[in-house]
């Protein structure tokens, strides 16, 4: 426990996006280091899609992903540590959604909804992208009371369709990370 941490557990959602290097070891590396963070256990994972890129077109596909975390950390700490974890793995700021080593993106939390200078709750665009909305999918339980199980359901509804998203069939969280998809 630390100075941010509260005495209650929340559920979180999560999305990472890599299209430099090797992607699937940046996935890999980034759930385990978010892991090892005390007040974080990343509980579920989705399988991996491998997708177009979407906003800035000119960069390499993405592998794409969700995890579900346990944690004790008020929302903003948990941006900070993913923040940090970006940072960790090689991420360099140049185009505004252009190509990066990993990106985390933190799209909800349990009863939580916030919209300050650094972070806005829900992710305010994760219900207008296939690329988020096809892991989540994965993980998101049928009886998840939050709301989250509804908003994503009535989003897949409206999208155009699976173009640009294929399932990575690789093993990307094998290896001994003691991690594994659902
Ligand atoms: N829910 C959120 N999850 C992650 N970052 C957020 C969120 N809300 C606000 N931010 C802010 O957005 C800033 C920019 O994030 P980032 O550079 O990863 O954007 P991006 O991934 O390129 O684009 P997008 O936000 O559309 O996915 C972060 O430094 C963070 O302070
Ligand atoms: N396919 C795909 N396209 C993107 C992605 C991403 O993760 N996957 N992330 C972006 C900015 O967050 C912009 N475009």
Known sequence: MNNHSTSEYSEAYIALGANLGDR???????????????????????????????????????????AALRTSLEPECLLSIMLETENHLGR????????????LDLLWMEGRRLDSAHLTLPHPRMMER????FPLNDIVPQDETSGLRQLVDDALKKLDGEDGITLWTADVLGGGSGLSAN
């Open 130 to 133: 296939a690329f988020v909305l």
């Open 92 to 103: 360099v700021r140049h185009i505004p959604n252009g190509p990066r080593t990993v990106d």
């Open 24 to 66: 699937e070891r940046s996935l890999r590396e980034a759930l385990a280091l978010l892991d090892s963070r005390e007040g974080i256990e990343v509980t579920r994972c989705s399988r991996v899609y491998e997708t177009d890129p979407v906003g800035y077109l000119d960069q390499p596909k993405f592998l794409n992903m969700a």
